[in-house]
């Protein structure tokens, strides 16, 4: 006799974004509801959806405060075992941003995997109800992971992901690693883990959001927009600098400045691939990193904003801090290069 299985209980978390967005008269905005967006798509077998509705906008207006909501409702959902995994849908614009909050503080071995789309619900050619589709597969059938984005086929992880096409299909990807796994044919197919640190605590509820700013340097560049961030009580800081890291000798005296006053200092870069890198002075990351800034490894502006966010709200005492931060941004290495290096020492 044939078993029958349960199906699996996935809950959709809806908060917007183009995979929600109508025409609204002059441009396409958020706004359909996760029972909407749902039923534009097919549903593996096997899977059965609840749905939370909780934001309903596009997704460069997301906020910290709003993230934090997102982290919350992701723990309340989980704290039913019944629950074998989530799905978010989320505006690709800051997708990474909200993805990478969720798995630095993600201590659940179920995935919560974000989606969404480049076209707009309803579209003849819509991208949003396969990446639906393939995300509630993931969902259903992956473990020990953290949190997920699925893409136009491809399975990649939280960290390191950033959006890489404004308008194509294929929004995503980590220009410095490979995605984990991709989907077809009815199967997923996971190639590797990510490497993620230790969990942070979730903040506290009402906890104060802190500022912290993004600045980014160029060939004509003065600290004056540093300075501003910190006259607007920034807590927090990334310059984007060039090249593997770096910026100008009066950068330097403005990062060692905010350093001093208990500022926390990231560098990361705009060139898109690759780490950053301790090679070049005369105002490069050799003296960046002596004024006390920490460089973001293969981490992106928005994601470098993340991690600093991260450790201001975590509780470790300001002096800790820094320290955190790398914690935070060096995702250890996987197995095999450990060994390799090991070797090579
Ligand atoms: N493709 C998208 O989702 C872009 C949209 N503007 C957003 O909410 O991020």
Not at 52 to 77: A, G, W, Y
Not at 258 to 280: C, D
Not at 310 to 316: G, V
Request: hydrophobic share 45%.
């Amino acid at each position: 006799m044939e078993r029958i299985r349960a199906p699996k209980r996935i809950t959709l978390i809806s908060t917007g974004g183009t995979i929600a967005s109508r025409w609204q008269g002059t441009g396409y905005a958020a706004d359909a509801g996760g029972d909407t967006v749902l039923a534009s798509a097919a549903v593996p077998d096997g899977v059965a959806v609840e749905v939370v509705d909780l934001f309903n906008v596009n997704s460069s207006r997301m906020t910290s405060e709003r993230q934090l909501t997102l982290l919350r409702t992701v723990r309340e959902v989980l704290a039913d075992p019944a629950v074998d995994g989530i799905v978010v849908t989320h505006g690709t614009d800051t997708l990474e941003e909200s993805a990478f909050l969720l798995d630095l503080h993600h201590d659940d071995p179920r995935p919560v995997v974000f989606t969404g789309a480049q076209k707009p619900l309803g579209a003849a050619d819509g991208d949003g109800p396969g990446n639906m589709y393939d995300a509630l597969q993931v969902a259903a059938s992956v473990s020990d992971l953290g949190v997920l984005v699925v893409f136009d086929g491809r399975v990649h992880a939280a960290r390191g992901t950033v959006k890489t096409q404004t308008l194509a299909a294929n929004a995503f990807a980590d220009p410095s690693a490979g995605p984990l796994g991709r989907l077809g044919f009815g199967r997923v197919d996971i190639r590797s883990a990510p490497q993620r640190p230790a969990p942070l605590p979730v903040p506290a509820d009402g906890a104060l959001i802190p500022r912290v700013d993004v600045v980014m340097h160029h060939s004509d560049a003065d600290p004056a927009l540093f300075e501003a961030a910190l006259a607007a009580g920034a807590q927090g800081i990334v310059l984007v600098a060039t090249g593997a890291g770096n910026a100008t000798p009066e950068f330097v005296d403005a990062v060692s400045a905010a350093v001093r006053r208990g500022v926390l200092v990231a560098v990361s870069t705009r060139v898109q691939a690759g780490p950053l890198a301790e090679i070049y002075t005369g105002g490069g990351a050799v003296d960046l990193v002596a004024a006390g800034a920490v460089l973001s490894g293969t981490l992106r502006a928005g994601q470098t904003r993340i991690a600093v966010l991260a450790a201001l709200l975590s509780d470790a005492a300001p002096a800790a801090r820094p320290d955190l931060l790398r914690r935070l941004i060096a995702a250890p290495l996987p197995q095999d290069d450990a060994a390799d290096a090991d070797k090579a020492a």
